[in-house]
């Protein structure tokens, strides 16, 4: 079975500082997607940034870049220039390309951002 | 582009009462999930529907969740009875269907059940 690993909880940043936010994976999988999302209090998981494992190279979207080092299964989330509007709760998820997008998540890491 | 809808957005039951959450996913979805989150945690993947089938409930808990997807659209999700555990946010998504990169779920805001 699939597992997504946060060991971060709770992480904090300053206004305009960069910040990372970790995550491991555990699959059998060869072909297979990761994803970050972001819930803010409203609660709808909103897509941040994705990577398709057979890709070596790093998703980078605006602000948000991954480190994807497979070999480690390892999935970092990199937020640049962190906003206020960035504080919420950050979750990484997995899916096998075989799975019909079907994901496993982690549990979750609450960034706050302090002005 | 109109959002995957879910209602109620807020419900309060007692134990063993029952209760029903509605899902209108993105039009032409062919794929709809219903995840349960409970607080302080990830979402756990309950059921996933292609069109009005059912492609994996091996999460369901059976004895009390039932899920339908008539008509391969909208969806509602019951439990009955609940029990105290079953106090969580039930989020719907929805993707287009198929395999491979271009499937991204779409979720909505989800129901928050509490059970007292």
């Known amino acids: 079975a699939q597992t997504v690993t946060q060991s971060q909880p709770e992480m904090s940043v300053q206004e305009a500082e960069t910040v990372t936010l970790s995550c491991t994976y555990d699959t059998s999988e060869s072909d297979y997607y990761l994803f970050w999302y972001k819930q803010p209090p409203s609660r709808q998981m909103i897509l941040v940034i994705r990577q398709e494992a057979y890709k070596q190279q790093n998703a980078t979207e605006n602000r948000f870049s991954v480190n994807f080092q497979k070999a480690a299964k390892s999935f970092s989330l990199k937020i640049s220039d962190s906003q206020l509007g960035d504080a919420a709760m950050y979750f990484c998820a997995y899916t096998a390309y075989n799975a019909g997008n079907m994901l496993t998540f982690g549990g979750g890491t609450r960034l706050m951002v302090k002005p | 582009e109109a959002g995957v809808a879910q209602s109620p957005r807020y419900k309060i039951i007692e134990k063993r009462q029952s209760v029903a959450f509605w899902c209108n996913p993105i039009?032409?979805?062919?794929?709809l999930y219903w995840y349960q989150q409970i607080l302080g945690q990830g979402p756990k993947l309950l059921i996933q529907f292609q069109n009005n089938g059912v492609v994996d409930d091996s999460q369901l808990p059976k004895d009390r969740f039932s899920a339908e997807r008539l008509k391969g659209v909208d969806s509602t999700l019951k439990i009955q009875p609940a029990k105290l555990e079953d106090s969580a946010v039930y989020l719907c998504?929805?993707?287009?269907?198929?395999?491979?990169?271009?499937?991204?779920?779409?979720f909505g805001q989800g129901t928050r059940l509490t059970v007292v």
């Open positions: 998504a929805s993707s287009p269907g198929g395999r491979g990169f271009d499937t991204e779920a779409f």
């Open positions: 039009s032409g979805h062919a794929t």
